[in-house]
């Protein structure tokens, strides 16, 4: 650990700099996992990565700015990994299914993607928060073209779909873990009303409305 935090303290040229953020970013992301949103603070963060506070601001302006460069990364690999296993013809319900299960696939992206507007980009710097809205705007555009043609939908209807999904899985994340009475025996009647509101239950059936209706409205 000494001699990681000494490398760290020495950085000096592009490299090592980059190795810094780096350091910095896996930090939070592990920090992010154990103490949450509410937990999460520039000091903790600092002892954990083992930079002094002033120099972990000289990277981050705030706590957010982190989380926003957490949740940059994780977007990138959400788009990245979604196209692979999508194959010409796809069910939509296999689609849902498959992007479904690849935002879950992270253990932090829905709870950063779920405070994204309402949180995180309201407390970042108008620069920061061009350079990411650019950074991930690329990677979306990039994401769309090679999902249309699987989906058989043309870009436009792809990006308008890709978008109401997304705000269905903000809406849709509850911020849960297991069930605490995942083990236990509730009566039938419970469990039915109960699977009304679960999250995969809600988000799948709804996301395929999204699809269902712009391919209706091109007819």
């Known amino acids: ?7 760290i303290k020495r950085a000096r040229t592009p490299e090592q700099k980059s190795d810094r953020r780096e350091t910095i970013l896996s930090t939070a992301k592990v920090l992010f996992m154990e103490a949450g949103y509410e937990g999460f603070s520039m000091g903790l963060l600092s002892k954990r990565a083992g930079v002094a506070k002033g120099t972990l601001y000289l990277y981050f302006g705030t706590k957010e700015e982190v989380l926003l460069s957490l949740y940059s990364q994780e977007f990138e690999r959400f788009c990245n990994t979604i196209v692979v296993g999508i194959y010409p013809g796809i069910s939509d319900a296999d689609f849902v299914s498959h992007l479904y299960e ?3 696939s992270d253990p932090i992206f829905l709870a950063l993607h779920a405070r994204l507007g309402t949180v995180i980009e309201q407390n970042i710097s108008v620069d920061a928060l061009i350079t990411s ?3 991930m705007a690329t990677h979306f555009h990039t994401m ?3 999902l249309s043609q699987p989906l058989g939908l043309s870009c436009e209807q792809t990006l308008e779909a890709l978008s109401g999904i997304s705000a269905l899985l903000t809406g ?3 911020g849960s873990s297991d069930s605490v009475i995942e083990n236990e025996v509730i009566p039938e009647d419970v469990a039915t009303f109960m699977g009304y509101f679960d999250m995969k239950v809600r988000f799948e059936k709804n996301a395929g409305y999204i699809l269902q209706g712009i391919r209706a409205s091109s007819r």
């Open 1 to 7: 650990m000494a001699s990681t935090i000494s490398h």
């Open 102 to 104: 690849t935002s879950l």
């Open 133 to 135: 809205k650019r950074n």
């Open 144 to 146: 769309v073209t090679q």
């Open 172 to 174: 849709s994340y509850d």
